[in-house]
């Protein structure tokens, strides 16, 4: 079965520089959510996206950005890095049926910033 | 907003001894109770999932418990292998806007099943 696709899974940056993650989620899925893992960590809701429209917003800062697209894609942009900022970045999809959503999450991305 | 709570932090059990994971949560309105698991570097995996129109569910050598009056849920993996060493994260998600309804996660429980 396909799952959520992240690009890229690595990434170096140097501080003050922008970063973009990319989301494609499992088909016909209709919600995307970002999450921030740090090491030994908890993965930190950022935000989430229903049928292209912001839904819910967690922890994500002013820094960051997201959009999801008309394919249902979802970009996540980091700008004036900071050293703070390297952590593994999941991105998650569900589908909202009778029974509820189940929501999956994709190998990550893992950005180190130096 | 919702809170999460999740005891112990790290648990150590002998292969084939029972190991359970308890978890509490702040919003009475939280409906969605999942539990992953995760090994180091990779994807949080769903495991098992409870809703809140049911007590408990059972698959195979885990089974989750709920407790909707005293708002907390548990895990039990029953036979524990090796391979069930992992962090293992519970979640819960309450209905907040549209279908987009985040799940937060607990802090985390470190298993370790020695053989």
């Known amino acids: 079965a396909a799952g959520v696709i992240q690009s890229p899974r690595h990434l170096i940056k140097e501080k003050r520089e922008t970063a973009t993650l990319k989301c494609y989620p499992i088909?016909?899925?209709?919600?995307v959510y970002w999450y921030q893992q740090g090491p030994g960590q908890d993965p930190q809701f950022l935000i989430s996206?229903?049928?292209?429209?912001?839904?819910d917003k967690g922890s994500i800062p002013d820094r960051f950005s997201a959009q999801q697209f008309s394919d249902y894609h979802s970009e996540l942009n980091m700008s004036s890095l900071e050293l703070g900022d390297s952590a593994l970045y999941f991105c998650?999809?569900?589908?909202?049926?009778?029974?509820?959503?189940?929501?999956?999450f994709g190998e990550g991305s893992w950005l180190t910033v130096v | 907003g919702e809170n999460v709570e999740q005891h112990p932090s790290t648990l150590s059990v002998q292969e084939g001894d029972s190991a359970v994971i308890k978890c509490t949560y702040s919003?009475?309105?939280?409906?969605?109770f999942p539990w992953y698991k995760q090994e180091l570097g990779k994807r949080p995996q769903l495991i098992i999932d409870?809703?809140?129109?049911?007590g408990e569910k059972k698959d195979q050598r885990i089974a989750v418990t709920l407790n909707k009056t005293a708002k907390h849920f548990s895990l039990h993996i029953t036979e524990t292998q090796p391979e069930d060493s992992a962090v293992y994260f519970c979640?819960?998600?309450?209905?907040?806007?549209?279908?987009?309804?985040?799940?937060?996660f607990g802090k985390g429980t470190t298993l370790s099943v020695s053989s």
């Open positions: 979640a819960a998600s309450s209905p907040r806007g549209q279908a987009g309804t985040a799940l937060i």
């Open positions: 088909p016909r899925h209709d919600t």
């Open positions: 996206f229903y049928e292209k429209m912001q839904s």
């Open positions: 998650a999809s569900s589908h909202l049926t009778r029974s509820g959503n189940t929501i999956y």
């Open positions: 919003d009475s309105a939280s409906n969605y």
């Open positions: 409870i809703r809140s129109n049911v």
